[in-house]
């Protein structure tokens, strides 16, 4: 084979390209330089102007002129433009004004008008409560000049004159369908104190400049459009022989190979891929090759996926067994007591993973007892719900008559840590109901704060000590609380996946909400409250995944045993 030619060499056309898209730029850059360059030159122009004009008039006369102009037009504002008459008669207040004095004033601001070649020359007054300026003399000897006393608006891109009056008017541009382009300016004239007296105004018009700006670039651009496609239909050429048709014959033959494994259980022959003969002599043959060894990879990365689906597949089953199987361990048949009008009671659990390391029971410790418990295991999955069987089992099997709920998870924290290799824990909430007298024992080990809901009122929460967490510390204490429920109040129990319910906007469901969503349904019974908490979260989280186990208790105390 002969010396092989990169593909950077080949590159050589596309900078071709590259280089006519700098030409491009740089024309931009230039006419864009060229185009502030004028522009910076039409604003010194007009301030030269402006300052020319406040050199040469007469500073007392101006001053004279303006107080004159000011006083008619603070006396009696400008009427509405629309009332031809009113307007006249507006008009005609100032015409006393225009004497010898005036008429030097004017001839003057003629005279370098058509000096220096502007479009218009005149003096304003600003009146800052109306936000206008009111003419005082225009210099414009045409039938469009504007009479003293013609007045207009000033436009928000100036409102800077009413914070700093000696700045004036900067320079600026506009282009309007009346004047057409435009550079505007306004110096102020100044009495011998620094106060401002008035403006000299100067617009200047930019109309031919810019048709020989815009006459530039259509001239530039037609030239530069020729140049790219001429380029353009020489560099599609090369690219179709030497790039564009070898990576269809690529794509080819690698569709034919997936239709082929699609379609039949082994290759019966060599495939396209197999057969490909491009000898380009850059990275584009190099690329044919590395197909060749990807292909012969595939295939044995097919067989090795097809070991590992197989295994993941029984994996799965066996999650799915197991999933059965925590859920058969917590009472999940209801009503639980269906004999006992002492008490209803309801509970439910949705896992974040085929498995959940939260849990939840209800047993009765004697005939009078009934021992209601919730809690949570730190992490998610299978660990979490191993450790959740022990500490269930060992909260239950320790839950005697006459022993109290803090003695039980003093016991059950000392087992919890002796077979603890993982460093695990339980935040727990245990409760022991007397069915007789309403007192409820209670234990809380690092878990949340029950609600209660006494009859008529609403759920708040209940707070109560909170304990260390099961299994984290031997030898820990667990003290007991204890409140007495009258027939009608209520006790919900949850973990922390309830509140923690993020949506996609990572916000949480949140104590408030729930609280809300408990109060709003405080009249259903057990088994119709906790559905509808759960559809609450539901809304709010929208097609955000679950992020943790949902587990729920209502307990109702409805009469005392007899």
């Not at 949340?448 to 000590?465: A, N």
Request: charge should be negative; aromatic fraction near 10%; glycine fraction near 6%.
């Amino acid at each position: 084979m002969g010396r092989k030619r990169s593909l950077r060499q080949k590159s050589v056309l596309v900078i071709l390209v590259f280089t006519l898209a700098l030409a491009i730029v740089s024309t931009a850059v230039s006419y864009q330089m060229y185009a502030g360059s004028m522009d910076e030159y039409y604003k010194s122009l007009s301030e030269k102007v402006a300052n020319t004009a406040i050199s040469v008039l007469d500073t007392e006369m101006v001053k004279h002129y303006t107080e004159l102009v000011t006083e008619i037009y603070l006396k009696n504002p400008a009427p509405d433009l629309a009332d031809e008459e009113a307007e006249a008669a507006y008009l005609a207040q100032y015409e006393a004004l225009q004497d010898e004095g005036y008429e030097e004033l004017y001839q003057t601001l003629v005279r370098i008008r058509a000096a220096s070649g502007v479009l218009s020359l005149y003096i304003i007054y600003v009146d800052a409560d109306s936000r206008t300026c009111v003419y005082v003399v225009d210099g414009d000897d045409t039938q469009n000049a504007c009479l003293a006393g013609t007045w207009d608006i000033i436009y928000e891109q100036n409102y800077g004159i009413f914070e700093d009056p000696v700045q004036g008017f900067p320079a600026y541009i506009t282009n309007t369908e009346e004047y057409g382009w435009l550079c505007s300016t306004g110096v102020a004239v100044l009495d011998e104190d620094g106060s401002v007296l008035a403006y000299v105004m100067v617009d200047t018009s930019m109309d031919q400049v810019m048709r020989e700006r815009y006459d530039y670039l259509a001239r530039i651009s037609a030239v530069l459009l020729v140049i790219t496609a001429l380029q353009l239909l020489f560099f599609l050429n090369v690219v179709n022989r030497t790039v564009v048709k070898p990576i269809n014959q690529l794509a080819q033959a690698a569709s034919s190979y997936v239709s082929t494994r699609e379609n039949t259980d082994a290759q019966t022959g060599p495939s396209l891929l197999a057969e490909l003969a491009i000898h380009t002599g850059d990275e584009v043959e190099n690329l044919a090759e590395a197909m060749k060894q990807m292909e012969q990879d595939i295939n044995g990365y097919i067989e090795n996926l097809t070991a590992v689906t197989a295994e993941k597949e029984r994996i799965g089953a066996e999650l799915d067994i197991a999933r059965h199987i925590q859920s058969s361990m917590l009472p999940c048949i209801f009503p639980a007591f269906p004999d006992r009008e002492e008490f209803d009671i309801y509970a439910t659990m949705d896992p974040a993973k085929e498995v959940g390391g939260d849990f939840y029971d209800f047993f009765m410790v004697d005939d009078r007892h009934l021992a209601v418990v919730m809690a949570d295991v730190s992490g998610k999955g299978i660990p979490a719900a191993l450790f959740m069987v022990i500490g269930k089992t060992l909260i239950k099997d320790h839950t005697q008559p006459g022993i109290s709920p803090g003695t039980v998870f003093t016991s059950v924290n000392n087992l919890l840590c002796d077979s603890n290799s993982e460093g695990m824990f339980i935040t727990a909430f245990e409760g022991v109901l007397d069915l007789a007298t309403g007192e409820f024992a209670y234990v809380n080990a690092g878990h949340e704060v029950p609600y209660l809901c006494r009859k008529g009122e609403i759920f708040e929460p209940y707070k109560v000590r909170a304990g260390f967490v099961l299994a984290g510390m031997e030898d820990i204490p667990y003290r007991d609380g204890k409140l007495t429920l009258e027939p009608g109040d209520r006790i919900f129990l949850y973990t922390d996946g309830v509140p923690e319910a993020t949506n996609a906007d990572n916000q949480m469901f949140g104590l408030e909400r729930m609280r809300d969503s408990l109060n709003q349904n405080r009249a259903l019974p057990p088994e119709q409250l906790l559905p509808a908490i759960k559809e609450a979260t539901g809304r709010f989280v929208g097609e955000a995944p679950q992020f943790d186990d949902l587990t729920m208790l209502c307990l109702e105390y409805r009469r005392p045993m007899q």
